[in-house]
């Protein structure tokens, strides 16, 4: 079992938008597309070369299941077409909980990227059932990210870069814990950059966050971690690919352009903070890497942590995407498959999908 996106939030959002653009919205061949587990289903009974059955529902399933020869394989459809599986209402997600236990006698759960949802299929159901072990991906996952937390092998260095500084705050304050040096990159950087009294003219910045941000620079040199900001950028009109664009020093960002990428002394400066790592942490793209001239910097501290003879662990689906789409992958001790999860556990926070098993 599985969920595969989430089907009202997101058929509601593609529902406006075909509204707003006077297109026909057709909801089944929607979810049939992006959210039914049938695909799924097809796709596993090809890799274990046997059949897979495929029921259309969490509830509701027992005599099916049980009507089935030892040994085969079943795959229900979508958990989160049931309310009950997100409900904020512990009795309602006992509902699927205890129906997806009396499916079975063993629950693995290998769902590393919900593991911080405390969601019925993927914490509550551990209640219910004798025996709840995580899976191999999950045991991978924890055992390379735990230490982060506890005791990474130093000095660390953690790279921070992504949009906002909102999603990333606990992060970051968790990390000044451990790191030696933090490196922050991407848009967030210029919360920071501002937070250092330097004009930014249009680029990202969250001005309640600016004090905040004083705040980490603050305890970071309390602490003697050392923090490394872009020195120059990559600045343009708009976020556009067709956008003229110039590599300024910080300093020097025209009011009305703004920074969507690290420069190329950054790069170098980047690289070198890089260099004596023994672990590397990294999270969040340093530009808006989806375009092609502002890609350099995710593309340059991709190559510094590929050529890291410590341990590497990238997490987030855009420094994973990037490192991959890059062809360092295999350079990397660890990619990690969660985003919200990653976040959360190198926060220091208890995973309560984790925390259900045993
Ligand atoms: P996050 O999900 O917080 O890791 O943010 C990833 C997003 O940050 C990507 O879609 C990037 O395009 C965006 N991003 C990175 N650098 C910048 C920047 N300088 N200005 C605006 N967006 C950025």
Not at 294 to 301: E, I, N, P
Request: hydrophobic letters at 45%; one cysteine or more.
């Amino acid at each position: 079992m599985s969920h595969l996106g989430d089907p009202d939030k997101d058929a509601a959002k593609a529902k406006d938008t075909a509204v707003r653009d006077g297109k026909a919205f057709d909801l089944e061949k929607y979810l049939a597309g992006k959210h039914r587990m049938q695909p799924v289903a097809e796709y596993l009974a090809a890799k274990l070369g046997k059949p897979v059955t495929f029921l259309p529902s969490c509830m509701g399933q027992k005599a099916a299941i049980e009507a089935l020869p030892a040994g085969s394989v079943v795959m229900l459809e979508n958990t989160r077409f049931h309310k009950e599986e997100t409900s904020k209402d512990e009795a309602k997600q006992e509902i699927l909980a205890r129906e997806l236990a009396s499916y079975g006698d063993l629950y693995v759960n290998d769902a590393f990227g919900s593991a911080h949802r405390a969601h019925a299929s993927t914490a509550t159901l551990a209640k219910f059932v004798k025996v709840s072990v995580g899976g191999f991906l999950m045991e991978k996952e924890v055992k390379y990210l735990e230490p982060m937390v506890t005791n990474p092998p130093k000095p660390m260095v953690a790279i921070i870069g992504g949009a906002k500084v909102s999603s990333k705050i606990a992060v970051l304050e968790s990390l000044l814990k451990n790191a030696s040096a933090l490196i922050i990159g991407g848009g967030m950087a210029y919360t920071f950059l501002k937070a250092q009294g330097v004009e930014v003219g249009k680029s990202l910045v969250e001005p309640e966050l600016v004090d905040k941000a004083r705040e980490v620079l603050e305890t970071a040199k309390k602490l003697g971690v050392k923090i490394y900001l872009p020195v120059d950028c990559v600045i343009a009109e708009n976020r556009d690919a067709e956008a003229e664009t110039k590599i300024v020093p910080v300093q020097e960002i025209n009011p009305q352009w703004m920074g969507l990428d690290i420069g190329p002394a950054t790069i170098t400066l980047f690289t070198e903070a890089l260099s004596n790592a023994k672990t590397i942490v990294w999270n969040g793209p340093m530009g808006v890497f989806e375009i092609d001239a502002f890609s350099r910097g995710t593309q340059a501290v991709a190559e510094a942590c590929a050529q890291c003879e410590g341990t590497t662990i990238i997490g987030g689906g855009d420094s994973a995407s990037a490192v991959k789409k890059l062809g360092y992958a295999k350079k990397m001790s660890h990619i990690s498959t969660g985003g919200g999860a990653f976040l959360e556990l190198l926060e220091g926070k208890t995973l309560p999908a984790v925390a259900a098993l045993g």
